[in-house]
């Protein structure tokens, strides 16, 4: 059974949308290939592994191609792409209106996040401290990623967190505070203030755009996803460059935020990476409103 096409439609045409494909799968495979090649090897990397093991996606969910909603692939077979997919009079498309409405509670919950992230004006002095707060008087043995050494001795980091203070809007980094860590934190987020607190300066919010865009798939081009992952994966190399643990041996030299010079460059850092996620925010925004457009006129 055939369909009319999709009210805003855009039809791509074979040679085009396989060609996004092959690039999509070409370009996730090379973030991909080392990650499984450690799993394999029964090794563990403190950078590279965490958009893999902190977040749900799959990657053969990541890896795979959808071209967002409204979009007609010419001459598709929808059982290749999924079963939200169906046949048009032109080949394959998302039905965009049965996926809005399944998803409906968890697309608003989002996209009143995104919103009043966006509309806040970006803070820029918490210089990292959140993971100064997840060892915070712990010992080497105790910390997450003991197979690494400290920069700082256990003493130094209490220190530093003490004399600088934590200022974290962050649920998600918060809940990984050390107990005693936790009352020196200017903010108490909570899962149900979330909305309230996150901010467009801080890094787990930006590097979350990820969570949000795997999310909204296949609702997204995956080429959107793509990009909120690599922007992920970059704002994790500062976090742990950032951080109390020593990984200049992987390749990643500290960002010394207990120095004057080391907190401008995190700064600096920060802020280039703020304005890549706004441009990243708005763009999941646009989609969402694209979704809605489409699902008002069928």
């Not at 791509?12 to 092959?22: D, G, M, N």
């Not at 998803?103 to 992230?117: D, F, K, P, Y």
Request: glycine share 6%.
């Amino acid at each position: 059974m055939t369909t009319a096409l999709p009210a805003l439609g855009t039809v791509l045409e074979t040679a085009t949308w396989q060609a996004r494909r092959q690039a999509h799968q070409e370009r996730i495979d090379a973030w991909l290939a080392p990650h499984l090649a450690r799993r394999r090897r029964g090794e563990k990397h403190p950078v590279q592994d965490f958009l893999f093991t902190y977040y749900s996606y799959r990657p053969a969910r990541l890896r795979r191609w959808h071209p967002g909603a409204g979009v007609v692939l010419r001459d598709a077979d929808p059982a290749d792409f999924g079963p939200d997919y169906r046949a048009s009079t032109a080949g394959a498309t998302l039905d965009t209106p049965a996926v809005r409405a399944r998803r409906a509670e968890s697309i608003t919950w989002i996209r009143t996040l995104l919103t009043a992230t966006a509309g806040r004006p970006a803070q820029f002095g918490c210089f990292g401290m959140h993971e100064w707060a997840m060892v915070y008087r712990q010992t080497q043995d105790e910390v997450r990623h003991n197979a690494w050494p400290l920069r700082l001795s256990p003493e130094r980091v209490a220190t530093v967190v003490e004399e600088r203070g934590v200022r974290c809007s962050h649920f998600d980094a918060y809940r990984f505070f050390t107990r005693p860590a936790r009352p020196l934190n200017l903010l108490h987020p909570t899962r149900d203030s979330q909305h309230d607190l996150e901010q467009p300066g801080c890094l787990h919010a930006n590097m979350d755009l990820y969570k949000w865009a795997y999310k909204l798939s296949p609702l997204v081009p995956s080429e959107l996803v793509a990009e909120c992952f690599e922007l992920a994966g970059q704002i994790r190399a500062l976090d742990m460059r950032a951080s109390p643990y020593d990984l200049a041996a992987l390749g990643y030299p500290p960002v010394a935020v207990e120095t004057p010079p080391g907190r401008t460059e995190y700064a600096a850092a920060q802020r280039g990476f703020a304005e890549r996620a706004a441009r990243l925010r708005t763009r999941l925004l646009d989609a969402i409103d694209r979704c809605d457009r489409q699902r008002r006129r069928w």
